[in-house]
């Protein structure tokens, strides 16, 4: 065969970005240790399917603007695709590659039945009416119809999207389906219409039964820890929360609005009810104000950073104090960060596994929604427990044989089980 030199190097940039390259350092160096097959290899360092769309609103003053929407299926081998949709200014294709593929080494390293995908539109939600984000999600929806279905990609929510988008995704993919409702082709919706109980609170709770494991392993407790959140959305508060009601000492988390420091512990529930009331931390007057990159560097316990990637790096991977690394992100600490963090003995449960919490509970929703018998909540955290402690240990286990750091063990177990399906499955036509 010729060598294929000649190729258009622009054909690939959307797989240029640094969620996704950092990504591929990680899985070329975990299919490594295990001697993975070079066309697997080949075969899960692109994703199948990028999807483009426009997405037209019709704006409270009466004009039209164009959105850019997104949805990239990133490999179906072991199940339908999944994975959230994420509304944000900072979205496009590039980044949506990077989550799309996160969310196939998740599901595969958490064992259930999913392959991975991730959607986004590029657009600053806060700025949007309630009616022109319903606008927005509607026509969204409409777009990417032809791709998505409870048998073959299943959406669910992620950065600046919630219950409520998913139930507008829900019901505009119902009506374009003959008005019959489709409870299973979103997850993370409202539990009056086929939401699983638990599914709100399930990336925290999961935050936070990986972050206990992890003490546990080192001979420590949750109760008295002083611990460090990076965001208070949907992962940060919940994880707060738990964490708080296990005698942690939440010492300083943040939001959009800035980091709140109170080195005797925050007030999680007040906090809680504060956002709700205001929208964000602005103007919460009870803890000392700091800077993101002061949280970051915060002595403490376990650092959890529960906002966006690329938070970590290796300008200040350096300046790290905490003891432990629990991801609530996607992609928090790049590549590079977590062998210096590794180097230092900073323990790191990555974002595979530490936010696994929230598909595993979809996965739950979805096979709920097709049998349309719905479980109780303390089931439902009880089942999640199993599955993430399961797919912890089984990882941790991995890292010891072959003293590696866990990202890399994370990486490594997933490919195994996606190189053997695939190989099982072969390659069509051949
Ligand atoms: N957006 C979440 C994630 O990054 C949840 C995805 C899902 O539930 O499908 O894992």
């Known amino acids: 065969m010729p060598a294929q030199d000649n190729l258009n190097p622009h054909a690939n940039a959307h797989l240029q ?3 996704f390259q950092n990504a591929l350092t990680t899985i070329n160096e975990a299919a490594k240790l295990i001697n993975c097959d070079p066309n697997i290899l080949e075969r899960l360092q692109q994703p199948r399917r990028c999807v483009t769309v426009s997405v037209p609103v019709r704006m409270d003053d009466g004009s039209v603007k164009c959105f850019t929407g997104y949805r990239v299926q990133y490999n179906s081998t ?3 695709y999944k994975g959230g949709i994420r509304y944000h200014q900072n979205v496009d294709l590039a980044e949506v590659v990077g989550l799309a593929a996160l969310m196939t080494f998740k599901n595969s390293v958490l064992g259930i039945p999913l392959g991975g995908a991730k959607g986004g539109i590029c657009v600053d939600p806060t700025k949007l009416s ?3 984000k319903q606008n927005l999600t509607r026509r969204y929806t409409s777009e990417i ?12 929510p992620d950065v600046g999207t919630d219950p409520q988008t998913m139930a507008w995704f829900m019901d505009t993919y119902s009506q374009e389906q003959g008005g019959y409702a489709q409870p299973g082709v979103v997850t993370g919706k409202p539990v009056e219409i086929g939401g699983s109980l638990g599914r709100n609170h399930a990336t925290g709770l999961g935050v936070i039964y990986t972050c206990e494991r992890a003490m546990e392993l080192k001979g420590k407790s949750m109760q008295g820890a002083k611990i460090v ?3 208070f959305g949907n992962v940060g508060s919940f994880a707060a929360k738990f964490a708080a009601e296990r005698g942690s000492r939440i010492i300083a988390v ?3 609005s800035g980091g709140y420091f109170n080195g005797d512990g925050l007030n999680v529930p007040e906090m809680m009810a504060y956002v709700k009331e205001n ?3 602005k103007g919460y007057t009870k803890a000392q104000p700091i800077s993101n990159a002061e949280l970051l560097e915060l002595e403490c316990d376990a650092l ?3 906002a966006l990637e690329g938070q970590i790096d290796v300008h200040n991977a350096e300046k790290i104090k905490a003891k432990m690394i629990v991801e609530g992100a996607n992609g928090p600490v790049s590549a590079a960060a977590t062998k210096i963090l590794d180097k230092r003995g900073v323990y790191i449960v990555p974002d595979v596994i530490a936010n696994g919490g929230g598909v595993i509970v979809s996965y739950f929703e979805w096979v709920q929604d097709i049998m349309s018998f719905f479980w109780d909540e303390h089931d439902v955290d009880a089942k999640l427990k199993g599955v993430i402690l399961k797919a912890f240990d089984n990882v941790h286990k991995f890292k010891e044989e072959k003293n590696v750091d866990m990202r890399s063990a994370a990486l490594a177990v997933s490919i195994q089980r996606l190189e053997k399906a695939m190989l099982l499955r072969g390659l069509y036509p051949r």
Do not use: H, M, Y
């Not at 119809?145 to 669910?156: E, H, L, N, R, W």
């Open 17 to 19: 970005g640094p969620l």
């Open 78 to 80: 072991l199940g339908p």
């Open 130 to 132: 309630r009616t022109e």
């Open 145 to 156: 119809a032809p791709f998505v279905g409870p048998t073959k990609d299943i959406p669910a």
């Open 229 to 231: 959140i990076q965001g």
């Open 254 to 256: 943040s939001d959009v």
């Open 279 to 281: 929208k964000s931390l």
């Open 304 to 306: 959890l950073p529960c």
